[in-house]
């Protein structure tokens, strides 16, 4: 008990740095960024105290849509656990892209740098998420599962029939609308942000940049897939 109790004690102690931290990365990760040395023992640690405290931050976000007997407990560890693993095999698939145009850079940096890329965009599209559950929830409740199988189903690429009763809601094209707005354009631009970060990092030109983005978009396409079967598999909410 003790023990715990002193891992709470320094989570909570994180927390002022945490909230600093995630203001200045909205406002300018490429900066932020810039201004450490990712290659220093110290960074990684304050980076991996950073990605842990946004999974759980993210996680509280879910929290109004898990079901009510779920076991936290046994559900954070999960989350977790799949979290780390999943972002540093992203991190491998990073650091090919870039060495297919000749990056160099250490894999220590990579791994920084996808730390903070991966909680920022967690914590975003958490936020997308939970208002457009919450429009759902509001004008539509009796719906709303059908909105998160919908979304779900949209992250495997799985398309058929759209529930009617969706439809008849009314409610469907303004939560999409919340989501885009709230959720995935605030994405999409930090994943540019911080793909400026790795090119930083490997000091190559704009055009070796973009053909090595073109190279992670691609190769990205089966890991998204397995990394969404892991999520199945383990029973975690996805949207």
Not at 32 to 60: C, E, H, N, W
Not at 73 to 78: A, F, M, S
Not at 102 to 118: D, E, M, Q, R
Not at 127 to 138: E, H, P, T
């Amino acid at each position: 008990m003790s023990d715990v109790k002193s891992l709470l004690e320094q989570v909570v102690a994180q927390v002022p740095q945490f909230a600093a931290d995630l203001v200045e990365l909205f406002s300018g990760p490429k900066r932020f960024l810039a201004a450490r040395d990712l290659t220093d023992p110290a960074t990684q640690k304050r980076a991996l105290i950073f990605y842990v405290l946004s999974m759980l931050f993210a996680f509280v976000l879910y929290l109004p849509f898990q079901p009510p007997d779920a076991n936290v407990t046994i559900y954070v560890t999960k989350l977790l656990v799949y979290d780390i693993v999943s972002t540093l095999a992203f991190t491998f698939l990073i650091l090919l892209s870039w060495k297919i145009v000749g990056g160099n850079a250490p894999l220590k940096a990579y791994f920084v740098i996808t730390l903070y890329a991966s909680a920022i965009m967690t914590v975003v599209v958490a936020l997308g998420a939970l208002v457009s559950k919450g429009v759902f929830r509001a004008y539509a409740p009796d719906e709303l599962p059908a909105f998160i199988d919908l979304i779900d189903r949209a992250m495997f690429m799985d398309y058929h029939a759209l529930d009617a009763r969706l439809l008849e809601a009314g409610v469907l094209p303004w939560a999409l609308l919340v989501f885009l707005i709230v959720g995935l354009i605030p994405c999409w631009t930090y994943i540019v942000l911080f793909w400026g970060s790795y090119r930083q990092l490997n000091g190559l030109s704009r055009a070796r940049s973009c053909f090595a983005f073109l190279a992670c978009a691609i190769l990205s396409q089966p890991w998204a897939f397995l990394v969404g079967l892991g999520a199945r598999a383990m029973d975690l909410m996805i949207f």
